[in-house]
């Protein structure tokens, strides 16, 4: 699956690309929230790192956990202004996996890691596209489609 948000315009775009984790327990769902909202586990791909490095290493800072990746469930981009960057387009690639063990405490001082219900955070991501991510993997949760033996198979 993937889905371009808004509308691209003359100038040119500052490109960010970025891996995250989506993840679900017992009808909750992993996210962090910081003073600027609610995100999903992962950030900016980092140098020449892959999008599982730049999954390890955004779990560990944000919430101390190790991660494993079990298949990309969807992508997209943005073209919106940023207050601080101007022009802007993020390209993001989000990832079904599991949260595995606790290894460290988190280093993201303003990022609060949660476990919430999907009905309580559905929509209320601070990106749009993260808010699409998020409820097209719920749905494939939900059909069964990300069981661990069907993404082998």
Same mark, same amino acid.
């Given at each position: ?7 691209? /315009? ?51 800072? /944000? ?81 069964? /489609? ?8």
């Amino acid at each position: 699956m993937y889905k371009v948000f808004g509308h691209r /315009e003359k100038g040119q775009y500052y490109n960010r690309e970025g891996a995250y984790l989506i993840t679900f327990s017992g009808g909750q769902t992993a996210v962090v929230r910081t003073p600027r909202g609610y995100f999903l586990l992962g950030g900016g791909i980092q140098g020449n790192e892959s999008d599982e490095e730049c999954l390890r290493r955004e779990c560990l800072e /944000e919430c101390g956990y190790t991660c494993t990746a079990h298949r990309m469930v969807a992508a997209a981009e943005t073209y919106c202004v940023h207050e601080r960057k101007g022009l802007f387009h993020p390209i993001q690639r989000y990832y079904y996996g599991t949260l595995n063990e606790r290894i460290q405490c988190p280093v993201e001082e303003d990022h609060e890691f949660l476990w919430m219900d999907y009905d309580a955070i559905r929509g209320k991501m601070y990106s749009e596209m993260q808010n699409w991510a998020l409820e097209q993997c719920w749905n494939m949760e939900m059909s069964g /489609e990300l069981e661990i033996g069907k993404l082998n198979g």
